[in-house]
């Protein structure tokens, strides 16, 4: 079974450009989440779709971020314009439904880097 | 509010060692704890949940609500092990997101 994937593997744009990072889930997994890590910090929660509908982006640092999942498939994720703050690793996660009783299965994340 | 600390940033013992991740939390909620797991040139991945109270790869964690704890153990460590470890509380009540700590590296050496 394929895992989460993730495209690009990585990266490098200049500041003010935009850049589109795509996640695809596990087949069948309702629950697809983004998260970041940014240099030398935690890894912290973006937001969480439950098919094409966001259940909680409480996580998403500000209105240059914005996410979709049409169809309740893959999702992207677009940064427009990039700011070098916005570099880290982005990782996508899927489950099969919510709570503990469900895994979140990792992408192999995307590496952005602002320059 | 919530958080999840991991105070060690590295951690180096040797082989057939005994090991302990340090992992602390704060939740006013009922706290769901996990450990992941990233192998070098690998993706993060579940190590072990607390509510399932099981040994993966000789590891276990039990979950101490006194001391809001979740340390991360295992007697003797394996050069397999070394790897970045990742301490995550799941948010109740509706939420879904993993609160993670900044990660410990495990170095396991010959």
């Known amino acids: 079974e394929a895992g989460v994937t993730q495209f690009p593997s990585h990266s490098v744009i200049e500041k003010g450009q935009t850049v589109t990072l795509r996640c695809d889930p596990i087949?069948?997994?309702?629950?697809l989440y983004w998260y970041r890590r940014v240099m030398g910090k935690e890894i912290k929660f973006l937001l969480h779709?439950?098919?094409?509908?966001?259940?909680?982006e409480s996580g998403m640092p500000n209105n240059r971020f914005l996410a979709e999942r049409t169809g309740g498939t893959y999702s992207t994720l677009k940064v427009q314009p990039a700011e070098l703050e916005d570099s880290g690793v982005y990782f996508c996660a899927s489950s099969q439904g919510p709570g503990t009783i469900y895994e979140q299965y990792f992408g192999p994340g995307t590496r952005l880097t602002v320059t | 509010a919530q958080r999840v600390t991991q105070p060690e940033k590295l951690l180096s013992v040797f082989k057939g060692a005994p090991v302990e991740l340090k992992c602390n939390y704060s939740y006013s909620g009922s706290p769901e704890l996990f450990w992941y797991v990233q192998y070098s040139r690998q993706r993060l991945q579940l190590l072990l949940r607390h509510i399932s109270r099981e040994s993966i790869k000789g590891f276990t964690a039990d979950l101490n609500k006194g001391e809001t704890s979740f340390h991360l153990k295992k007697p003797f460590a394996q050069e397999e092990d070394s790897a970045m470890y990742y301490c995550a509380l799941l948010l109740s009540g509706g939420y879904n997101k993993l609160i993670f700590g900044a990660g410990t590296r495990l170095a396991v050496h010959p």
């Open positions: 087949s069948g997994h309702d629950n």
């Open positions: 779709f439950v098919k094409e509908s966001k259940q909680d």
